[in-house]
Protein backbone atom coordinates (compact mmCIF):
# COMPACT_ATOMS: atom_id res chain seq x y z
CA UNK A 1 0.00 0.00 0.00
CA UNK A 2 1.30 3.18 -1.09
CA UNK A 3 0.47 6.10 1.89
CA UNK A 4 1.93 9.38 -0.23
CA UNK A 5 2.52 9.57 -3.14
CA UNK A 6 5.96 9.74 -5.09
CA UNK A 7 5.22 13.23 -6.22
CA UNK A 8 4.31 14.26 -2.87
CA UNK A 9 7.68 12.45 -0.99
CA UNK A 10 9.97 13.94 -3.41
CA UNK A 11 8.46 17.55 -3.27
CA UNK A 12 8.92 17.18 0.78
CA UNK A 13 12.50 15.93 0.20
CA UNK A 14 14.94 18.24 1.33
CA UNK A 15 18.60 18.43 0.39
CA UNK A 16 20.37 19.92 3.42
CA UNK A 17 23.65 21.09 4.18
CA UNK A 18 25.97 19.57 6.98
CA UNK A 19 29.43 19.76 7.98
CA UNK A 20 31.64 17.85 10.32
CA UNK A 21 35.09 16.51 11.37
CA UNK A 22 34.94 13.05 13.66
CA UNK A 23 37.46 10.44 13.92
CA UNK A 24 35.93 7.03 14.07
CA UNK A 25 37.56 4.50 17.02
CA UNK A 26 37.28 1.48 14.46
CA UNK A 27 39.79 2.96 12.71
CA UNK A 28 37.45 4.54 9.99
CA UNK A 29 39.20 7.42 8.34
CA UNK A 30 37.71 11.28 9.31
CA UNK A 31 35.71 13.00 7.10
CA UNK A 32 34.80 16.44 6.01
CA UNK A 33 31.65 17.55 4.83
CA UNK A 34 31.15 20.93 2.84
CA UNK A 35 28.13 22.51 2.82
CA UNK A 36 25.56 22.31 0.33
CA UNK A 37 22.30 24.08 -1.19
CA UNK A 38 19.28 22.89 -1.62
CA UNK A 39 18.36 21.59 -4.78
CA UNK A 40 15.19 20.72 -6.15
CA UNK A 41 15.13 20.64 -9.64
CA UNK A 42 14.41 17.15 -10.36
CA UNK A 43 10.95 18.07 -8.94
CA UNK A 44 10.15 19.54 -11.75
CA UNK A 45 8.56 17.15 -14.34
CA UNK A 46 9.23 19.50 -17.26
CA UNK A 47 11.33 17.96 -20.05
CA UNK A 48 13.95 19.87 -21.05
CA UNK A 49 13.44 18.81 -24.20
CA UNK A 50 15.95 21.62 -25.67
CA UNK A 51 19.18 20.41 -23.43
CA UNK A 52 18.72 17.22 -24.04
CA UNK A 53 21.19 15.43 -23.32
CA UNK A 54 23.22 11.71 -22.30
CA UNK A 55 23.59 10.35 -19.01
CA UNK A 56 25.44 7.31 -17.96
CA UNK A 57 24.96 5.62 -14.81
CA UNK A 58 27.30 3.13 -12.92
CA UNK A 59 25.51 1.12 -9.95
CA UNK A 60 27.74 -0.89 -8.26
CA UNK A 61 25.59 -3.93 -8.46
CA UNK A 62 21.60 -4.47 -9.17
CA UNK A 63 21.48 -7.12 -6.37
CA UNK A 64 20.98 -4.31 -3.77
CA UNK A 65 17.53 -3.75 -2.35
CA UNK A 66 18.57 -0.04 -1.95
CA UNK A 67 20.51 0.54 -4.66
CA UNK A 68 16.95 -0.82 -6.70
CA UNK A 69 15.07 1.85 -5.23
CA UNK A 70 17.36 4.30 -5.74
CA UNK A 71 18.41 3.44 -9.28
CA UNK A 72 14.70 3.01 -10.61
CA UNK A 73 13.92 6.55 -9.06
CA UNK A 74 17.01 8.00 -10.87
CA UNK A 75 16.33 6.82 -13.96
CA UNK A 76 12.74 8.19 -13.89
CA UNK A 77 13.65 11.56 -12.78
CA UNK A 78 16.87 12.14 -15.34
CA UNK A 79 14.34 11.11 -17.70
CA UNK A 80 11.45 13.05 -16.29
CA UNK A 81 14.30 15.75 -17.49
CA UNK A 82 14.24 14.92 -21.09
CA UNK A 83 17.71 13.00 -21.17
CA UNK A 84 19.10 9.63 -22.91
CA UNK A 85 19.66 7.38 -19.72
CA UNK A 86 21.80 4.20 -19.60
CA UNK A 87 22.50 2.40 -16.54
CA UNK A 88 24.34 -0.62 -15.87
CA UNK A 89 25.50 -2.97 -13.31
CA UNK A 90 28.84 -2.96 -12.16
CA UNK A 91 28.10 -6.51 -10.28
CA UNK A 92 30.06 -5.73 -7.28
CA UNK A 93 33.30 -5.75 -9.71
CA UNK A 94 35.40 -2.84 -9.61
CA UNK A 95 37.09 -4.03 -13.24
CA UNK A 96 34.03 -4.67 -14.85
CA UNK A 97 32.75 -1.52 -13.58
CA UNK A 98 36.06 0.55 -15.29
CA UNK A 99 35.43 -0.76 -18.41
CA UNK A 100 31.57 0.31 -18.22
CA UNK A 101 33.18 3.83 -17.35
CA UNK A 102 35.48 3.51 -20.49
CA UNK A 103 32.37 2.56 -22.82
CA UNK A 104 30.55 5.67 -21.65
CA UNK A 105 33.83 8.17 -22.04
CA UNK A 106 34.01 6.36 -25.79
CA UNK A 107 30.08 6.90 -26.37
CA UNK A 108 31.02 10.62 -25.27
CA UNK A 109 28.52 10.47 -22.39
CA UNK A 110 27.64 14.25 -21.23
CA UNK A 111 27.33 13.51 -17.32
CA UNK A 112 28.83 10.13 -15.41
CA UNK A 113 26.72 9.67 -12.13
CA UNK A 114 28.57 6.82 -10.45
CA UNK A 115 27.96 4.91 -7.39
CA UNK A 116 31.58 3.48 -7.05
CA UNK A 117 32.33 -0.59 -6.19
CA UNK A 118 35.18 0.14 -4.57
CA UNK A 119 35.68 3.83 -3.20
CA UNK A 120 38.89 3.24 -2.98
CA UNK A 121 39.10 2.79 -6.42
CA UNK A 122 37.48 6.42 -6.97
CA UNK A 123 40.85 8.32 -7.26
CA UNK A 124 41.39 5.81 -10.05
CA UNK A 125 38.13 6.37 -11.66
CA UNK A 126 38.58 10.15 -11.92
CA UNK A 127 42.15 10.09 -12.93
CA UNK A 128 40.35 7.99 -16.19
CA UNK A 129 37.63 10.45 -16.27
CA UNK A 130 39.20 13.64 -16.34
CA UNK A 131 41.09 14.03 -19.52
CA UNK A 132 37.64 14.02 -20.92
CA UNK A 133 36.57 16.81 -18.83
CA UNK A 134 32.89 14.80 -18.04
CA UNK A 135 31.57 15.45 -15.09
CA UNK A 136 31.00 13.10 -12.06
CA UNK A 137 28.03 12.83 -9.62
CA UNK A 138 29.03 10.42 -6.85
CA UNK A 139 26.34 8.84 -5.32
CA UNK A 140 25.73 6.16 -2.03
CA UNK A 141 29.48 5.48 -1.42
CA UNK A 142 31.23 8.52 -0.48
CA UNK A 143 34.78 8.92 -2.08
CA UNK A 144 37.60 10.33 0.30
CA UNK A 145 37.76 14.69 -0.05
CA UNK A 146 41.00 14.79 -1.49
CA UNK A 147 39.18 12.45 -4.57
CA UNK A 148 36.87 15.31 -5.08
CA UNK A 149 39.47 18.26 -4.63
CA UNK A 150 41.02 16.37 -7.35
CA UNK A 151 38.23 17.16 -9.42
CA UNK A 152 36.91 20.30 -7.79
CA UNK A 153 33.82 21.72 -10.39
CA UNK A 154 33.70 18.66 -12.55
CA UNK A 155 32.75 16.61 -9.76
CA UNK A 156 30.71 16.25 -6.36
CA UNK A 157 28.83 13.64 -3.76
CA UNK A 158 25.32 13.19 -3.71
CA UNK A 159 24.49 10.90 -0.08
CA UNK A 160 23.67 10.78 4.02
CA UNK A 161 25.57 11.20 6.36
CA UNK A 162 25.84 7.44 7.77
CA UNK A 163 26.80 8.73 11.28
CA UNK A 164 23.16 10.24 11.65
CA UNK A 165 21.81 6.60 11.03
CA UNK A 166 24.08 4.99 13.37
CA UNK A 167 22.77 7.67 15.73
CA UNK A 168 19.05 6.85 15.07
CA UNK A 169 19.77 3.38 15.59
CA UNK A 170 21.33 3.88 19.30
CA UNK A 171 18.46 6.10 20.42
CA UNK A 172 15.41 3.46 18.94
CA UNK A 173 17.24 0.99 21.61
CA UNK A 174 17.19 3.68 24.65
CA UNK A 175 13.64 4.65 23.31
CA UNK A 176 12.76 1.31 24.31
CA UNK A 177 11.19 0.24 27.72
CA UNK A 178 14.25 -1.38 28.76
CA UNK A 179 16.55 1.03 27.49
CA UNK A 180 18.17 -1.88 26.02
CA UNK A 181 18.74 -3.99 28.95
CA UNK A 182 16.45 -6.73 28.48
CA UNK A 183 18.27 -8.98 31.91
CA UNK A 184 18.47 -6.22 33.79
CA UNK A 185 22.01 -6.66 34.37
CA UNK A 186 23.48 -3.03 34.01
CA UNK A 187 24.94 -3.55 30.01
CA UNK A 188 23.55 -3.67 26.80
CA UNK A 189 24.79 -7.22 25.14
CA UNK A 190 24.32 -7.06 21.40
CA UNK A 191 25.40 -8.72 18.29
CA UNK A 192 26.41 -6.55 15.26
CA UNK A 193 25.83 -7.58 11.45
CA UNK A 194 27.87 -5.16 9.63
CA UNK A 195 28.10 -4.32 5.29
CA UNK A 196 30.58 -4.33 3.02
CA UNK A 197 33.77 -3.14 5.57
CA UNK A 198 35.14 -0.61 3.36
CA UNK A 199 32.07 0.98 2.85
CA UNK A 200 31.49 4.19 4.91
CA UNK A 201 28.28 3.75 5.94
CA UNK A 202 29.00 0.21 7.42
CA UNK A 203 31.74 1.85 8.97
CA UNK A 204 29.42 4.69 10.58
CA UNK A 205 26.35 2.93 11.49
CA UNK A 206 28.37 0.14 13.63
CA UNK A 207 30.20 3.30 15.09
CA UNK A 208 27.75 5.09 15.77
CA UNK A 209 25.11 3.37 16.83
CA UNK A 210 26.80 2.12 20.11
CA UNK A 211 28.24 5.50 20.72
CA UNK A 212 24.18 7.09 21.12
CA UNK A 213 24.71 4.07 23.57
CA UNK A 214 27.68 5.38 25.45
CA UNK A 215 27.25 8.88 25.26
CA UNK A 216 24.12 8.16 27.04
CA UNK A 217 26.14 6.80 29.81
CA UNK A 218 25.23 2.92 29.28
CA UNK A 219 27.48 0.02 29.47
CA UNK A 220 27.53 -2.40 26.37
CA UNK A 221 28.81 -5.64 25.54
CA UNK A 222 30.02 -6.70 21.90
CA UNK A 223 29.28 -10.40 21.66
CA UNK A 224 30.39 -10.28 17.87
CA UNK A 225 30.45 -8.40 14.90
CA UNK A 226 29.56 -10.37 11.17
CA UNK A 227 30.79 -9.38 8.34
CA UNK A 228 27.59 -9.55 6.41
CA UNK A 229 28.22 -7.59 2.89
CA UNK A 230 24.24 -6.10 3.20
CA UNK A 231 23.03 -9.78 2.41
CA UNK A 232 19.77 -11.38 3.60
CA UNK A 233 21.32 -14.72 3.31
CA UNK A 234 24.88 -14.16 4.95
CA UNK A 235 22.93 -12.29 7.87
CA UNK A 236 20.26 -14.80 8.30
CA UNK A 237 22.76 -17.78 8.59
CA UNK A 238 25.33 -15.75 11.11
CA UNK A 239 22.35 -14.48 13.42
CA UNK A 240 21.46 -18.50 13.62
CA UNK A 241 24.81 -19.31 14.62
CA UNK A 242 25.20 -16.22 17.21
CA UNK A 243 22.03 -17.89 18.78
CA UNK A 244 23.15 -21.00 19.13
CA UNK A 245 26.27 -19.63 20.28
CA UNK A 246 25.19 -16.66 22.71
CA UNK A 247 21.03 -18.00 23.15
CA UNK A 248 19.49 -15.09 25.43
CA UNK A 249 22.89 -13.22 25.99
CA UNK A 250 21.79 -11.30 23.00
CA UNK A 251 20.21 -8.52 23.87
CA UNK A 252 20.01 -6.46 21.05
CA UNK A 253 20.66 -7.16 17.01
CA UNK A 254 21.73 -4.41 15.39
CA UNK A 255 21.88 -4.53 11.64
CA UNK A 256 23.83 -1.83 8.84
CA UNK A 257 20.95 -2.58 6.75
CA UNK A 258 16.88 -3.92 6.17
CA UNK A 259 17.81 -6.47 4.44
CA UNK A 260 20.29 -7.68 6.82
CA UNK A 261 17.57 -7.46 9.42
CA UNK A 262 15.26 -8.82 7.38
CA UNK A 263 17.69 -12.17 7.43
CA UNK A 264 18.46 -11.74 11.39
CA UNK A 265 14.57 -12.04 11.91
CA UNK A 266 14.03 -14.96 9.92
CA UNK A 267 16.41 -16.38 12.76
CA UNK A 268 15.60 -14.63 15.76
CA UNK A 269 11.84 -15.99 14.65
CA UNK A 270 12.89 -19.78 14.09
CA UNK A 271 15.26 -19.43 17.26
CA UNK A 272 11.45 -18.59 19.50
CA UNK A 273 12.28 -15.51 20.35
CA UNK A 274 10.12 -11.98 20.30
CA UNK A 275 11.46 -8.80 19.17
CA UNK A 276 10.42 -6.18 21.82
CA UNK A 277 9.69 -8.74 24.28
CA UNK A 278 12.88 -10.39 24.36
CA UNK A 279 15.47 -9.18 22.38
CA UNK A 280 15.85 -5.85 20.19
CA UNK A 281 16.25 -5.35 15.77
CA UNK A 282 17.28 -2.39 14.17
CA UNK A 283 17.81 -1.81 10.36
CA UNK A 284 18.41 1.35 8.24
CA UNK A 285 16.98 1.47 4.80
CA UNK A 286 13.12 1.71 5.36
CA UNK A 287 12.83 -1.01 2.80
CA UNK A 288 8.81 -2.02 2.69
CA UNK A 289 8.90 -5.08 4.02
CA UNK A 290 11.03 -3.61 6.88
CA UNK A 291 8.38 -1.09 8.05
CA UNK A 292 5.91 -3.68 7.81
CA UNK A 293 7.62 -5.58 10.18
CA UNK A 294 8.09 -2.53 12.38
CA UNK A 295 4.12 -1.76 12.10
CA UNK A 296 3.31 -5.37 12.99
CA UNK A 297 6.21 -4.94 16.35
CA UNK A 298 8.61 -7.24 14.50
CA UNK A 299 11.35 -4.73 14.27
CA UNK A 300 12.39 -2.40 17.02
CA UNK A 301 12.56 0.32 14.38
CA UNK A 302 14.28 0.86 11.23
CA UNK A 303 15.74 4.44 9.68
CA UNK A 304 15.02 5.82 5.89
CA UNK A 305 17.65 6.21 3.98
CA UNK A 306 16.19 8.44 1.88
CA UNK A 307 16.14 7.13 -2.08
CA UNK A 308 14.07 9.58 -3.09
CA UNK A 309 15.80 12.47 -1.49
CA UNK A 310 18.86 10.90 -2.76
CA UNK A 311 17.71 10.41 -6.82
CA UNK A 312 16.31 13.82 -6.31
CA UNK A 313 19.45 15.43 -5.14
CA UNK A 314 21.74 13.39 -7.56
CA UNK A 315 19.10 14.25 -10.98
CA UNK A 316 19.64 17.94 -10.10
CA UNK A 317 23.33 18.08 -9.75
CA UNK A 318 23.65 15.85 -12.92
CA UNK A 319 20.99 19.05 -14.51
CA UNK A 320 23.44 21.71 -13.12
CA UNK A 321 26.40 20.20 -14.93
CA UNK A 322 24.58 19.42 -18.08
CA UNK A 323 23.38 23.38 -18.29
CA UNK A 324 26.58 24.30 -16.96
CA UNK A 325 26.11 25.74 -13.61
CA UNK A 326 27.66 25.99 -10.95
CA UNK A 327 27.72 22.91 -8.94
CA UNK A 328 28.44 22.31 -5.28
CA UNK A 329 31.36 19.83 -3.96
CA UNK A 330 28.71 18.05 -1.75
CA UNK A 331 24.77 17.01 -1.65
CA UNK A 332 23.40 15.83 1.82
CA UNK A 333 19.90 14.10 2.37
CA UNK A 334 18.73 13.37 5.78
CA UNK A 335 18.01 10.51 7.28
CA UNK A 336 14.29 9.72 9.19
CA UNK A 337 14.19 7.45 11.99
CA UNK A 338 11.35 5.12 11.47
CA UNK A 339 9.57 3.89 14.63
CA UNK A 340 6.05 2.06 15.22
CA UNK A 341 4.43 5.41 15.50
CA UNK A 342 5.51 6.96 12.31
CA UNK A 343 6.14 3.96 10.19
CA UNK A 344 2.71 3.69 8.30
CA UNK A 345 3.52 6.72 6.36
CA UNK A 346 6.76 4.85 5.66
CA UNK A 347 5.65 1.97 3.40
CA UNK A 348 5.74 2.73 -0.23
C1 LIG B 1 23.67 1.77 1.97
C2 LIG B 1 22.37 0.99 2.15
C3 LIG B 1 22.64 -0.48 1.97
C4 LIG B 1 23.35 -0.72 0.66
C5 LIG B 1 24.58 0.16 0.55
C6 LIG B 1 25.28 0.00 -0.79
O1 LIG B 1 23.42 3.14 2.09
O2 LIG B 1 21.88 1.21 3.44
O3 LIG B 1 21.43 -1.22 2.03
O4 LIG B 1 22.47 -0.43 -0.39
O5 LIG B 1 24.21 1.50 0.72
O6 LIG B 1 26.41 0.82 -0.84
Do not use: H
Request: hydrophobic share 35%; aromatic share 8%; net charge negative.
Amino acid sequence: MKMISRRDFLKASAVVGAAGVLTACGGSSASTAASSTAASAAASSTAAASGSANIGVCIYQFADNFMTLYRTDLEEYLKDMGYAVTIVDGKNDQNTQTEQINTFLQQGVDVLVINPVQTTSAQTIVDTIKPSETPIVFINREPDKSVLDSYADKCCYVGADARQSGTYQGELILETETQGDINGDGKITYIMCKGDPENIDAQYRTEYSIKALTDAGKEVECLYEYLDNWDQTTAQQDVANALAQYGEKIEVVFCNNDAMALGALQSLQQAGRTVGKDVYLVGVDALSEAVQNVVDGNMTGTVLNDDVGQATAAAAATKLYVEGSKVEQYYWVDYVKVTKENAAQYIK
